[in-house]
C-alpha cells in the first residue's frame, strides 16, 4: 500500500495516523465521494475523533506547510452525503475554535469561506432544509466573518443574506438554530450596504420581536440580538425606521426593566447592548427628539446615577452620558451676540477673511457700533437648520479652527510644505531702499562714534536719549476720576467722544505709523480715526509711610534713583543671571528656602518688612453706582477695614516697590495714564498695583480625581431635569450696564474692567454655582480662552463652583493638572502679595451651547466647552482676582522698562525708540541694548559697529502671558552687572519689541489685536494701517538685510496652551523634506544644520526646556508666520518660535511642577545664556578676551548637565498620561469610534511622534 502524498512540516512523524486517514480521505475525494458513501463517512469520523481527543492532531493540521486544510476543504466541497459534511464541519470547528486569527486567516486564504456560502445556498434548497445542518454552518461562519474583510460583500453576492434572514423568521422559538443565524447576522450588519439592505427586508422590526423584558433565560440570545440591532442602527436610514415604529420608547423601557431586576449586576452586557442601540439611533436629529419625547433624559439620568456607586458599571455610565451629552437640547449662549461687547471702528475694513465677512453681515446704513449690544442677523450664534442634517452621517467634531487641529495625529500630514522653491530661503527685495531708509533712525549704533563723550563719566543724553514716553501728557485732556486700585465703582463704559473741535493730545504721531522724523517718511501714512484719549489719574493721591523715601513720579517731571543708586531690595547687587551662575543646583521652588532673604513660608510669615498708606479703595463711597455690570457694591466691601467706613480712610499695604526691583505702585499709576483703552477703563487691579512676588512653596499639577468630569457632566444635565431648582440670576453683564447689583450677603459680585481683564457675564444658576461668559476679542466673534476678573463678597467654609462656559479649544491642559490662577488682596495686605495656583475638581468637556455653522467659520453643530473649577476661599470680604496665567499688562511693561533706565550703568549702551503707535494709540517700544565701547578708539568703536545683531520680540498673541513673562527674564539678565551680562552685551547688539500688541493686551484679548486679525498671521503682507507693530517690525529686518546686517539670530517669545515643558520651532529644508513625499536632489538638501544649535544649548543648560518637543518642520499654514518669513525672506537662518508652556513641565527638575513666574524668568535668563553658547561655538576666536566667561560657563554647563534630563533623544515621549477615566470629546459621533470611547480610557491630545514630524507651533496657530 502506497503511503498518502500528505505533505509534512519538518519533525511531525509521516507515518501519523491523521496523516494516513487524510490521505485516504484525499484519494477518494471526487466523484468517489458519491460513490463510497460510507467509507467518507467512517474516514471523516474517525478524523473527527483524533481532533476531538488529541491535541497534536490539530496542529498537524494547521502546521505550515501541511495540506491538510485543502484535503478537507476539498472533501467538503465534493461532499453530497449529509452525515460526511456534518463531520467535516464539526472538524472545521473544532479546529479553528483553538488557535484564534491565524488558523481563521489560514482558512479564509484557502477559500474556505466561499465554500460554506456555496454549501449554504445548496443546503437551502432542499425541503426543508437540515436544521443541524444549518446550525452547523452558521456556527462556522460566525467564527469566520470577523476574520474575513470581504465576508459582508461574498453574502450578498452569493445571495447568503435573504437565506439567514428566513431562518430567524422561520425558528424565532428555535434557540439553538436561532443563535447562529443571528450571529452570523450580527456579522453582516456591519457591512453598511447589507445593513441597509437587512432594515428593508424587515430585520429591524424582526429583533424587536426578540427582544425581551428581564428573564434569566436565554440571556446568550438577548445580548447577540441586541449587537445585531446595534449594528443595523449604524445606518441612519434604519435609525430613522426605528423611530417611525416607535421603538425608542420600547427600548427604554426595556432598559429600565433590566436596570431595576438586574440587581447582582450579572448582564451588564446586555444593558450596555441596549445604550449602544438608543446612542445609534440618538446620532439623527429625529431619535434625538424621539428619546427626548419619550422622557429618556430622565430614565438615563436616574439609571446612571444609581450605577455611579459601583466602578464595575462605568462602561453603562459613560454610554448613558454620552447619549445624555448628544440629546441635551443645543441653546445659544446667553448673550446678545457673540461679537465682542466693545466696539472699535477700523479705518479701513480687510478685503477678506472673517472680520470683512463680520462687517457684511450688518444691515445696510448702520454700523457696526450702533448694533454691538444687538443680534447680528447670520453671525450670531443660533442654531440653523444645516446643523443636522438628517441625510449625511452626523457630525463628528471638526477641529481645524483656532488651534484646535491636533496635525501630529496623522499618519500623513498634509500640511508640511512639499514646494521646493518655498522651502528655499531667499531675499524678497519687495521694498526700495529709499524708503527703508526712514529706519536708520532705529539703527543709531550702526553708525555712532561717540566724539565728544567722555565713556568713563555717567550716563551721557546721547546714548541716553529715548523717544520711548512713560506717559502721555494729561494736561490737555479734561481730568476724570480714577480708581487706583479697583474699587467698587467704574463710570459709563462708553465714554462720550471728545467735542468738536476739542484737540485730542497723541503724543507720538500719526496712528499706525512711528513718531515724525527729522525728515518725513518717503511712504504715505494714510489718515485714520484720532487715537482714544489717555486717562487721566490726578485725583488719586497714593500716600506713603513718610519713612519711604522713594521718589514718587508725576506727569510733569519723571524722578528716579540716581543712576548708580539701587533700589533698596533684599537681592540689591545680585541680579538673575548671577543667581543662575552661584547657585544653579538650588532648587528654586523650596519650601524652606527663604524669598530673597525674606522668612516668607506658604501658610504664613510676610516677605515684606515695610509698608505704606494708601487711601482705601474699598472704603471710597459715592461713585460705585457709575460701575456698569451690576460689578461690586454700593457701599463696598470690608476688605482689610477694620471698623466703621470712614472717608479718607488709610489702608495699611506692604511696601512691594521694596522687594520687586523692577516694581513701584505709584510709577504703575503714572504708566496708567498713558494707556488707551478701548472701554476707557478707570480702575487698577489690585494685583497690577501690588505686583506679584513669586511663592517659594511648590506647586505640583493637580492629580486629576477619579470622575471628575463625569459628576459635572451630569450635574448639568441635572439643570435640565429639575429646572425649578436653578436660580439663572444674572449677577454681571457688560452688556446692560444697568445690571442690579445684588446685596444679599449670598451672591458674589464680579467686576472685569480693567486693563487686560476680561469677563463678559455671570449668571447664577446655583446658590454657590456660577457660569462665566468670556468676551469675544474685539472685531471678532470668538477666540475665547484668556480670563482676567474679580471677585468679592465671598464667604469663608463655602465651596464655590466656576464654570467658563465658552470655551472654544477641542482640549485644554486643565484637564492635564494644569490650574487656574488667584491672587489675594488680603493675602497681599499680610505681606504675601503673589498669585497662587487654585482650584479642584478642574475639568474640561464639551457642553451643550453651540454657534451656527456662519458663526462657526463654515463648521456644522460647532459647540463650546467647559472649564469648570471649585474652589474655597480663606478669608471673608475678602477682594480675589482669578486669570488664566500670569497677567502682565502694557502698564506693567511701560513701568519694567522705565525701571531698567533707572538700573542702567554707564557700562551698558539702552536706547528705548518708540517704533510706532497702534491702532488705539499706544507706543510700540523698541529697545537696543548693548555694550559701550571701552573707548573712542577706531578699533573699539568698529567692534561697537559691527557685533552681530540678535531680534527678539514677544506677546503678539495677548493670552499668552508667559511669554511677557519670559521677556522679562531676559531683559533683566541683560541689564545685569555681572560678567556673564557684560560679555552677552559685548558679544551681541539686541534688537528687542517687548509687547507686539500693546492693544489686544489692554483690552483683555486672547488672540487678535483690534483689528481682529491674528497679527501672527500678517507677516507676508501687513497693512501700515491695519497691523502697524508687525510691518514697522519686519520693516526692521528688511532695512537690516538690505544694509548687509541681518540678524544671526531672531527668536518670537510665545505661549503655549495644550503642550508642557519650553521648547521651540524652527525652519529646515531637509527635515521638511525628510517628513514628506517630494523627490529633492543632493543640492536642495544641501543645509547647514546650525539651526539646531540654539535649541540643544537650552536643552542642556534650561530645566524647563525641552529638545524633544522642538520642530523644525515648515507648514503651509504657518507661511505668514513671523518664524517663517523671516527664515525665508530675511534669510535669518536661526528664527525660532519659543513656547513656553501655561501649564507645567513633565521632565527634568521641574517636572509635576507646574510652571511659575520664576521659572519663566529663569528660562528668559538661561535663553542669554544660550546665545553666549552659542556665539562661542560659532565664533571661537570671538570671545578671546573673556576667559572668565569660558570658565564660568563651562562649570556652568557641568552643573547643569547634573540636573538635566540625561535623554536628549530626538524622539518624543508621550506627552500626556492616559486618564483613569475617559475623557469624551465628540459627543457627535456615530461610528464605531464611539463605543471604543466609553470602554477603553481616552488617549490624551498629544500622540508622541519622532521629533522633526511636526511644528504644532503657538497652539497650532503661531
Same mark, same amino acid.
Given at each position: ?870 474652589? !474655597? ?368 480610557? !481616552? ?20
Amino acid at each position: 500500500m502506497n503511503k498518502p502524498k500528505m505533505t509534512t512540516e519538518k519533525g511531525v512523524p509521516s507515518n501519523s495516523r491523521l496523516l494516513m486517514l487524510l490521505g485516504q480521505l484525499e484519494r477518494i475525494s471526487g466523484e468517489a465521494m458519491v460513490t463510497d458513501v460510507e467509507i467518507a463517512r467512517q474516514l471523516t469520523a474517525k478524523i473527527l475523533h483524533l481532533i476531538q481527543t488529541q491535541e497534536k492532531t490539530r496542529k498537524e493540521v494547521m502546521a505550515k506547510g501541511s495540506s491538510g486544510m485543502e484535503v478537507i476543504l476539498a472533501s467538503l466541497e465534493n461532499s453530497r452525503d449529509l452525515q460526511t459534511t456534518l463531520n467535516i464541519l464539526c472538524i472545521l470547528s473544532e479546529l479553528l475554535t483553538v488557535g484564534g486569527g491565524r488558523r481563521v486567516g489560514g482558512f479564509v486564504s484557502k477559500g474556505g469561506t466561499a465554500i460554506l456560502f456555496k454549501l449554504l445556498i445548496t443546503a437551502s434548497k432542499e425541503s426543508p432544509p437540515s436544521e443541524e445542518l444549518m446550525q452547523q454552518l452558521h456556527s462556522l461562519l460566525a467564527k469566520v466573518g470577523p476574520k474575513d474583510r470581504k465576508f459582508g460583500v461574498k453574502a450578498r453576492l452569493n445571495g447568503a443574506l435573504n437565506i439567514s434572514v428566513n431562518l430567524v423568521k422561520q425558528n424565532l422559538q428555535n434557540t439553538k438554530l436561532l443563535l447562529p443565524c443571528l450571529q452570523v447576522l450580527r456579522v453582516y450588519s456591519s457591512n453598511s450596504v447589507n445593513a441597509i439592505s437587512l432594515g428593508k427586508n424587515g430585520v429591524v422590526d424582526l429583533m424587536f420581536k426578540i427582544i425581551a423584558p428581564y428573564s434569566k433565560k436565554n440571556t446568550s440570545l438577548l445580548k447577540v440580538t441586541l449587537d445585531t440591532l446595534g449594528a443595523l442602527l449604524k445606518s441612519k436610514t434604519n435609525s430613522r425606521r426605528t423611530v417611525d415604529r416607535n421603538h425608542v420608547p420600547a427600548l427604554l423601557a426595556v432598559y429600565q426593566d433590566w436596570h431595576r431586576n438586574d440587581t447582582r449586576q450579572r448582564h451588564m452586557l446586555i444593558r450596555k447592548g441596549l445604550l449602544v442601540c438608543l446612542r445609534n439611533i440618538t446620532n439623527i436629529k429625529v431619535g434625538r427628539k424621539a428619546f427626548f419625547d419619550a422622557d429618556g433624559m430622565r430614565v438615563l439620568y436616574n439609571t446612571s446615577t444609581e450605577c455611579l456607586p459601583v466602578r464595575t458599571l462605568d462602561p453603562l455610565v459613560n454610554t448613558s452620558s454620552l447619549i445624555m451629552r448628544k440629546c441635551f437640547p443645543k441653546n445659544r449662549l446667553p448673550l446678545p451676540t457673540i461679537k465682542s461687547a466693545f466696539h472699535y471702528q477700523l479705518p479701513h475694513v480687510p478685503a477678506g477673511g472673517p472680520v470683512a465677512q463680520l462687517y457684511s453681515q450688518l444691515p445696510e446704513g448702520r454700523t457696526p457700533h450702533q448694533l454691538h449690544n444687538k443680534p447680528l442677523k447670520k453671525v450670531d450664534d443660533v442654531v440653523d437648520e444645516s446643523d443636522d442634517n438628517d441625510d449625511t452621517e452626523a457630525d463628528t467634531e471638526n477641529d481645524m479652527e483656532n488651534e484646535e487641529d491636533e496635525k501630529d495625529h496623522r499618519s500623513a500630514n498634509d500640511d508640511i510644505e512639499t514646494d521646493l522653491n518655498k522651502l528655499c530661503p531667499r531675499e524678497f527685495q519687495s521694498r526700495p531702499f529709499e524708503e527703508l531708509q526712514v529706519y536708520e533712525r532705529f539703527f543709531l549704533e550702526l553708525s555712532e562714534d561717540f566724539q565728544g563723550y567722555n565713556l568713563d563719566c555717567a550716563k551721557t543724553a546721547s546714548t541716553t536719549s529715548s523717544s520711548w514716553s512713560l506717559s502721555s501728557s494729561s494736561a490737555s485732556n479734561p481730568a476724570r476720576p480714577i480708581i487706583v486700585p479697583t474699587a467698587q465703582a467704574l463710570p459709563p463704559r462708553h465714554a462720550p467722544a471728545p467735542p468738536a473741535g476739542e484737540e485730542v493730545h497723541v503724543t507720538k504721531g500719526q496712528q499706525g505709523g512711528f513718531p515724525p522724523p527729522a525728515s518725513p517718511p518717503t511712504f504715505p501714512t494714510p489718515s485714520v480715526p484720532a487715537p482714544l484719549p489717555p486717562l487721566e489719574l490726578d485725583t488719586i493721591h497714593v500716600i506713603k509711610d513718610k519713612k519711604d523715601k522713594a521718589l514718587t513720579p508725576s506727569p510733569d517731571a519723571h524722578a528716579y534713583p540716581p543712576p548708580q543708586t539701587r533700589l533698596p531690595s533684599a537681592t540689591a547687587g545680585l541680579g538673575l543671571e548671577q543667581e543662575l551662575v552661584r547657585v544653579l543646583e538650588r532648587v528654586a521652588l523650596e519650601a524652606d528656602a527663604p524669598l530673597n532673604g525674606g522668612r516668607a513660608s506658604e501658610s504664613g510669615g510676610s516677605p515684606v518688612n515695610s509698608v505704606r498708606h494708601i487711601p482705601s479703595p474699598l472704603l471710597v463711597g459715592g461713585i460705585a453706582s457709575r460701575r456698569v455690570g451690576g460689578a461690586g457694591s454700593a457701599g463696598g466691601s470690608e476688605c482689610g477695614s477694620e471698623g466703621p467706613e470712614e472717608d479718607g480712610a488709610l489702608l495699611e499695604v506692604p511696601d512691594t516697590a521694596l522687594l520687586l526691583p523692577l516694581h513701584d505702585p505709584d510709577l504703575y499709576v503714572e504708566m496708567v495714564k498713558g494707556t488707551r483703552s478701548v472701554p476707557q477703563y478707570a480702575e487698577v487691579a489690585y494685583p497690577d498695583y501690588f505686583g506679584h512676588v513669586a511663592p517659594t512653596f511648590r506647586e505640583p499639577l493637580l492629580e486629576r480625581v477619579y470622575g471628575v468630569q463625569r459628576s459635572k457632566i451630569f450635574q448639568d444635565i441635572e439643570r435640565l431635569i429639575h429646572p425649578n431648582d436653578i436660580l439663572d440670576k444674572i449677577v454681571y453683564d457688560l452688556d446692560n450696564p444697568s445690571c442690579p447689583v445684588i446685596e444679599d450677603g449670598v451672591t458674589l459680585k464680579f467686576n472685569s474692567q480693567f486693563e487686560s481683564g476680561n469677563l463678559r457675564k455671570v449668571v447664577q444658576v446655583r446658590k454657590h454655582e456660577y457660569d462665566l461668559v468670556l468676551n469675544s476679542d474685539i472685531n471678532s466673534n470668538h477666540y475665547h480662552q484668556w480670563f482676567y476678573f474679580e471677585v468679592s463678597g465671598m464667604c469663608v467654609g463655602t465651596t464655590y463652583r466656576f464654570n467658563i462656559i465658552n470655551c472654544e479649544k477641542s482640549n485644554s491642559q486643565f484637564n492635564y493638572g494644569m490650574q487656574a490662577l488667584m491672587y489675594s488682596v488680603q493675602e497681599a495686605i499680610h505681606g504675601r502679595p503673589r498669585w497662587v495656583r487654585t482650584g479642584m475638581d478642574i475639568c474640561y468637556y464639551k457642553n451643550h451651547f453651540s454657534r451656527s455653522s456662519i458663526a462657526a467659520g463654515g463648521q456644522k453643530g460647532k459647540s463650546y466647552y467647559t472649564m469648570t473649577f471649585s474652589t !474655597n476661599f480663606t478669608h471673608k470680604d475678602d477682594v480675589c482676582y482669578f486669570a488664566y496665567h500670569y497677567p502682565y499688562t502694557y502698564s506693567t511693561l511701560k513701568m519694567h522698562l522705565a525701571k531698567l533706565e533707572a538700573l542702567r550703568t554707564p557700562q551698558i549702551y539702552l536706547r528705548q525708540d518708540v517704533l510706532c503707535e497702534t491702532l488705539a494709540g499706544n507706543s510700540c517700544p523698541l529697545l537696543t541694548i548693548t555694550a559701550m565701547p571701552e573707548t573712542t578708539s577706531n578699533d573699539h568703536i568698529c567692534q561697537f559697529r559691527n557685533r552681530p545683531l540678535v531680534f527678539l520680540s514677544s506677546r503678539v498673541h495677548p493670552g499668552e502671558t508667559n511669554a511677557s513673562w519670559v521677556m522679562k527674564g531676559t531683559l533683566e539678565f541683560l541689564m545685569g552687572t555681572s560678567p556673564l551680562a557684560h560679555s552677552l552685551r559685548e558679544a551681541f547688539i539686541f534688537k528687542i519689541v517687548p509687547m507686539l500688541n500693546p492693544d489686544g493686551v489692554i483690552n483683555g484679548n486672547h488672540r487678535c489685536s483690534l483689528s481682529g486679525e491674528d497679527l501672527n498671521r500678517q507677516w507676508q503682507s501687513p497693512s501700515v494701517e491695519l497691523h502697524p507693530t508687525i510691518y514697522h517690525t519686519k520693516s526692521l529686518l528688511q532695512y537690516l538685510t538690505h544694509v548687509q546686517r541681518t540678524p544671526l539670530v531672531f527668536c518670537d517669545y510665545h505661549g503655549h496652551s495644550r503642550k508642557k515643558n519650553v521648547f521651540m520651532y524652527g525652519c529646515s529644508v531637509k527635515e521638511t523634506v525628510w517628513q514628506s513625499n517630494i523627490n529633492a536632489s543632493s543640492c536642495d538638501l544641501n543645509e547647514d544644520l546650525g539651526y539646531r544649535t540654539l535649541p540643544k544649548i537650552l536643552s542642556q543648560m534650561a530645566p524647563a526646556f525641552s529638545m524633544a518637543s522642538c520642530s523644525f518642520v515648515v507648514e503651509r499654514s504657518k507661511e505668514s508666520t513671523a518664524r517663517v518669513v523671516v527664515w525665508r525672506e530675511i534669510g535669518v537662518q536661526r528664527s525660532y518660535t519659543m513656547e513656553s508652556t501655561l501649564c507645567g513641565c513633565d521632565q527634568g527638575k521641574y517636572k509635576g511642577l507646574q510652571i511659575g513666574t520664576r521659572e519663566l524668568e529663569e528660562m528668559g535668563a538661561h535663553f542669554c545664556l544660550g546665545l553666549l553658547r552659542l556665539k562661542r561655538l560659532t565664533s571661537p576666536l570671538g570671545l578671546r578676551n573673556h576667559q572668565h566667561f569660558l570658565d564660568v560657563e563651562s562649570d556652568l554647563m557641568e552643573t547643569r548637565c547634573k540636573v538635566a534630563s540625561s535623554c536628549t533623544t530626538y524622539v518624543m515621549e508621550e506627552d500626556e498620561p492616559s486618564f483613569q477615566e475617559e475623557v469624551d470629546y465628540s459627543a457627535e459621533s456615530n461610528d464605531e469610534e464611539a463605543e471604543a470611547e466609553h470602554d477603553a480610557p !481616552n488617549e490624551p491630545e498629544d500622540i508622541p511622534v519622532q521629533e522633526p514630524l511636526t511644528d504644532l507651533e503657538g497652539n497650532h496657530r503661531k
